[in-house]
């Protein structure tokens, strides 16, 4: 008799996809990977109901890998009733693991997000200045969408989480030795961060490295830089100091500064402060004014070094006061 | 019942630490809503800990170091003195005012400065009133996952 199949849940809250397609992106290896494994949920690419999973006993899924953040009523749901059905829950890429792209709305409050997305844009006619409702009563009766809440946060900030994967999106290779630790029954302890490494992304970087010192900075469109040296040299603003390496090079090797998707390093609570205090202390002028100036190079501190990781950062959002 | 600002202050060992204990042996009078944490270094105050400090509910936070030049490890306050304006930049991104952040250089021998300094921070925070971070209501405490 074989061996059963895994059961693979497959989830997105607030995200773009890409998560779902770097599963694509494994190639033939998903040959291998649907020998041990049987995908029973899956909405991006295959037809499944949230009624299918309502419907199968708790802890039936062996493993869900959950990308997105949680932006929303239904992400939540969601969330909740798949951690019921899942022995495993995954934090499936940077969304999932630290907010994300869609944790940059933690910049914003919920109001401004709408005046800016259905009332203000230059491309929005809103005459009758309609902003979406949860509930809208029609002759039909009322209908109802998911409400979006006030702050973006992670997974780990809403259900228990056993693993995080973490990657804008994660590198492909990393999903397969996933599934295969699960399907071998090799686990790592509870909370571990599993398909990225313990050292930081400047550790092997294959650029040249000197000396650092900041005379300026320099921002990335406006430059050639050399793909030879680090960035940092180069006064670009990379946050390989202060973020996991495994992402494969991805974009250093593409001659682009690291983002820091794959997020802050083990005992790390803080990924922008690690980077904030990593550049400052190399900026070469002892005088105040001269540091000022210099500054003035890096136009958005908070945007640049929580890029992946707002609402997992000590502050997760920006403090409205009583706005 | 009036508004006490609640201040972390970050002094180091050599300087400032032992400027407050001179405003304390000399029996200076200032606010008591400075709670100390004594490092051997400005330049030992992470950034993260400035922002667990107001995480955890401080409404402003003192970094006390030795004069450019008197660092006991050389260079460590230039350190501080390069990344304080950055931390301040972020802090302002973020919703919290510059002037919850001070950064001041008071040696040992200057505990009427100390005084000063405690004085005039106390009430700059005091007039800028409560932080009361939302994050502190969004995420209590528990579900903060530190991965």
Redesign the interface.
């Known amino acids: 008799m074989s061996q059963a199949k895994l059961k693979v849940g497959v989830y997105w809250g607030a995200s773009c996809g890409g998560c779902d397609v770097a599963f694509l992106d494994i190639h033939e290896k998903i040959l291998d990977v649907i020998q041990v494994a049987e995908v029973k949920f899956w909405p991006c690419a295959m037809d499944f109901k949230y009624k299918d999973v309502e419907g199968y006993p708790d802890g039936y899924l062996d493993i869900t890998l959950f990308n997105g953040a949680i932006r929303n009523s239904e992400n939540e749901h969601v969330a909740r009733l798949l951690r019921k059905k899942s022995k495993l829950m995954v934090a499936f890429g940077a969304c999932a693991h630290m907010g994300g792209i869609p944790g940059l709305a933690n910049f914003w409050s919920k109001k401004d997000i709408f005046a800016s997305a259905y009332l203000e844009s230059p491309s929005t006619e809103n005459l009758q200045k309609i902003v979406p409702q949860v509930e809208t009563k029609v002759p039909e009766g009322t209908l109802k969408i998911p409400e979006l809440y006030e702050n973006v946060r992670t997974l780990a900030q809403t259900i228990d989480v056993d693993y995080t994967v973490p990657g804008c999106p994660p590198n492909p290779e990393q999903i397969a030795i996933v599934l295969g630790a699960v399907a071998s029954g090799k686990l790592p302890a509870k909370g571990a961060v599993v398909g990225a490494s313990d050292k930081a992304m400047c550790e092997d970087c294959p650029r040249k490295k000197k000396e650092l010192k900041f005379k300026k900075f320099q921002r990335r469109h406006l430059t050639h830089p050399d793909p030879e040296i680090c960035f940092m040299e180069q006064g670009i603003v990379c946050l390989g100091a202060a973020t996991r390496a495994g992402c494969g090079w991805r974009c250093i090797g593409s001659n682009m500064p690291c983002r820091g998707c794959y997020g802050p390093l083990p005992n790390v609570t803080d990924q922008g402060a690690k980077i904030l205090a990593a550049i400052a202390s190399h900026i070469d002028s002892e005088d105040p004014e001269e540091v000022e100036r210099i500054l003035d190079g890096i136009p958005d501190p908070a945007g640049y070094f929580y890029r992946f990781g707002l609402p997992l950062s000590l502050l997760h959002r920006r403090h409205l006061g009583d706005r | 019942m009036s508004f006490e600002p609640k201040i972390v202050g970050f002094l180091c060992n050599w300087c400032t630490y032992t400027g407050a204990d001179l405003a304390g042996t000399s029996r200076m009078k200032y606010a008591p809503n400075v709670r100390v944490v004594r490092v051997m270094c400005s330049g030992r105050v992470?950034?993260?800990f400035?922002?667990?400090a107001?995480?955890e509910g401080a409404d402003g936070v003192l970094l006390g170091g030795c004069h450019?030049g008197d660092c006991h490890y050389q260079s460590g306050n230039?350190?501080t003195?390069?990344?304080i304006?950055?931390?301040k930049?972020?802090l302002k991104?973020?919703?919290?005012e510059e002037g919850r952040l001070r950064l001041e250089w008071i040696s040992a021998s200057e505990g009427e400065r100390y005084q000063r300094v405690i004085n005039e921070f106390v009430e700059q925070v005091r007039a800028l009133g409560p932080?009361n971070?939302?994050?502190r209501k969004?995420?209590p405490k528990k579900?903060?996952?530190?991965?």
């Not at chain 2, 991104?93 to 919290?96: K, L, R, W």
């Not at chain 2, 579900?143 to 991965?147: H, P």
Request: positive net charge; proline residues 9%; glycine residues 2%.
């Open positions: 992470d950034p993260t400035v922002l667990k107001f995480r450019p230039m350190k003195l390069r990344r304006p950055l931390l930049r972020l991104d973020m919703g919290i932080l971070l939302e994050v969004a995420l579900s903060q996952a530190t991965a």
